[in-house]
C-alpha cells in the first residue's frame, strides 16, 4: 500500500493521521500481528524494536 515515497497511501499527510484507522489491515495492527504471525518466530520486544526502527527511519523521511 506504499506510494512512490514510501508513505502509506491511507496517510492523511497534512493532519498526520490515518483515514481508514478503524478498518486499518491488520499488519498495521502491531500487537495483533505480532500475536498472530510472529509470536513463535521471535520476542515481543524485538518486534517492537523493529517498529521503532522502521518508524523511525519513516520519520527521517518526514512521512509520519
Given amino acids: 500500500m506504499a506510494l512512490p515515497d514510501d508513505s502509506c497511501k491511507f ?3 497534512e493532519k498526520n493521521l490515518c483515514t481508514i484507522y478503524s478498518e486499518r489491515p491488520i499488519f498495521c495492527r502491531v500487537d495483533e500481528f505480532y500475536e498472530n504471525n510472529l509470536y ?3 520476542s ?3 518486534y517492537y524494536l523493529i517498529n521503532k526502527k522502521i518508524c523511525r527511519q519513516l520519520q527521517a523521511k518526514k512521512l509520519i
Fill in 11 to 13: 496517510l492523511d499527510k
Fill in 40 to 42: 513463535k518466530e521471535m
Fill in 44 to 46: 515481543r520486544e524485538e
